[in-house]
């Protein structure tokens, strides 16, 4: 089973956003990083989008959305505060090609969960926004995991 979980992209500054946290949108950079995002995952076996409610998150899989003709569903499971064994918890119900948009709080504690249930991660962690986790999962849940990047960053 691959799924993908993404760091939404970059977004307008939290303390210069006058409406609520949940509507703050990408900035032009993360609109770029979005598309790019698309771009390298246009050819995987994407079959499902499923997004945090925040409008950062369902922004940056939609272009991906876009492309491979799939709606982007929102799902609390992602937001803001999450806990790690909900996020999990819908990443098993999903299954096999689904895309995942989460928050730079669930992204961290999710990994350490899956790395302690038997997936070896692969090369440095990235939490930075906008890097894409590859998670191949077997069926004893254990399996491998690495970062990709952002799209407009240089590895760490």
Not at 53 to 58: A, I, K, L, Q, S
Not at 59 to 68: A, D, F, I, M, V
Not at 104 to 116: E, F, K, N, W, Y
Request: net charge negative; with cysteine.
């Amino acid at each position: 089973m691959t799924v993908y979980l993404v760091r939404h992209a970059q977004a307008g500054e939290r303390a210069k956003w006058e409406g609520t946290d949940l509507d703050r949108p990408l900035s032009g950079r993360g609109k770029r990083q979005a598309k790019a995002i698309a771009d390298r995952l246009d050819d995987e076996r994407i079959v499902r989008l499923v997004s945090s409610p925040y409008r950062r998150c369902v922004q940056t899989l939609e272009p991906l959305g876009t492309s491979l003709g799939l709606a982007v569903e929102t799902d609390d499971r992602l937001s803001e505060g999450a806990s790690f064994e909900d996020t999990l918890a819908l990443i098993d119900e999903l299954g096999d090609g689904a895309a995942l948009c989460s928050h730079g709080d669930v992204i961290p504690d999710t990994m350490s969960a899956l790395v302690r249930r038997g997936v070896e991660l692969e090369g440095e962690p990235d939490w930075r926004k906008a890097t894409v986790w590859v998670i191949d999962r077997d069926a004893t849940g254990g399996g491998s995991a690495h970062a990709l990047p952002p799209p407009d960053r240089a590895p760490v």
